[in-house]
Nanobody
Framework: QVRLAESGGGLVQPGGSLRLACEVL????????IDWYHQPPGEQREWVAY???????QYADSVKGRFTISRDDAKNTVYLQMNSLKPEDTGVYYC?????????WGQGTQVTVSS
């Protein structure tokens, strides 16, 4: 089992920015992926972005050009930089790590985009 801790959510106005963090609290194998997911209120969880070492980041069409996924090795943390936020970006954001052990979810962080 791998523990993850998300942070960085909050209330922001439309057009604003937030940076979410997914800290990996345990040692990971050399090959793994990190994904961010978004769960709007009352809806199902949807995939947002993907990161793996040595690969190209991938993004859902709804966030391309606005969100950027990156990793800081020194902090063992994967970030999701969210710019030009829209009301429909509101919801709980989760990170997921997948590898030889299976996959693990964080507890989520709430993002609210509202004026």
């Amino acid at each position: 089992q791998v523990r993850l801790a998300e942070s960085g959510g909050g209330l922001v106005q439309p057009g604003g920015s937030l940076r979410l963090a997914c800290e990996v609290l345990d040692t990971l194998p050399s090959v793994y992926t990190i994904d961010w997911y978004h769960q709007p209120p009352g809806e199902q969880r949807e995939w947002v972005a993907y990161w793996t070492r040595g690969g190209s980041p991938q993004y859902a069409d709804s966030v391309k050009g606005r969100f950027t996924i990156s990793r800081d090795d020194a902090k063992n943390t994967v970030y999701l930089q969210m710019n030009s936020l829209k009301p429909e970006d509101t919801g709980v954001y989760y990170c997921n790590a997948a590898g030889a052990w299976g996959n693990s979810w964080g507890q989520g962080t709430q993002v609210t985009v509202s004026s």
